[in-house]
């Protein structure tokens, strides 16, 4: 493991995302230095797509993103191909695919996430909605997955159960802000019962329909969370607790989401650094029981990635 890389990869972490950052700490630290490089190639991509620093800043143009994207596409071929990078993401990124014999197609996947977003995909339904989620989030939940040691596609499953609902929670808690940069996630046929254009999503007389909205986004989600919990006794204990509490920090986000109405976007949600500490005491708990508790099957009827 390059020493360097990782250590760049946790500073990339601590600024752009203290839930994932406190999750983390909770692996052992061969997990953690892979966890921390995969995640900074992933928040370096979505940053070139958006222009934007760790999650800040200006969104760039749609428009002026076909070139860039293919830009990120060479580099993670060639990472994924073990040749030598000079960018340190892209370092990061074929160090982990090489220690933990991830295939290439999972890295590329996750790139067509971006791929919608530069070409402003229409969502006409849910099932449209979740395959966005799979592609910027739930791939990445398998990926995070295999680097804790689990290859099996079960435990890949949920892994990537978890990551949909995350992403679900994400688009709930971002509805008014990404309205404002000409971003909708909402599946088109809930907007056409309604009679609104994604144009006018962000428009305060249209406050209560996104709290509804956000509360049906928040309702799908459950079902991945919950599958999720599923695949906790497949990971080693540490990485249970991880992710266990990266789920409970998440889930929470929704609760707030739905708990506030129409109030949820007066300014951006998360969790306090108290909410923090008693979900990660909560999570350990969760981990430690999923040693003695019979897996459920996962529910039927979910999005199942693509094999």
Known sequence: M???LAEQARQTIEAGSKSFALASRLFDAQTRASA??????CRHCDDVIDGQQLGFGQVGAPQAGESTLEELRVSTRRACAGEPMQQPAFAALGEVVRMHRIPPRFPMQHLDGFAMDVRSREYQTEADTLEYCYHVAGVVGVMMSMIMGARDDATLDRACDLGLAFQLTNIARDLVEDAQIGRCYLPMNWLREAGVEPAELAEPANRQLLSDWAARLVDMAE???RSARGGLSALPMRSAWAVATARSV?????IQVRQQGTHAWDERISTSRLDKLRLLCQASGIALSSRAETTEPRPPGLWTRPR
């Open 250 to 254: 998440y889930r929470e986000i929704g």
């Open 36 to 41: 921390v490089m995969l995640y900074a190639w």
């Open 2 to 4: 390059n020493a360097v």
């Open 223 to 225: 079902p991945y969370y």
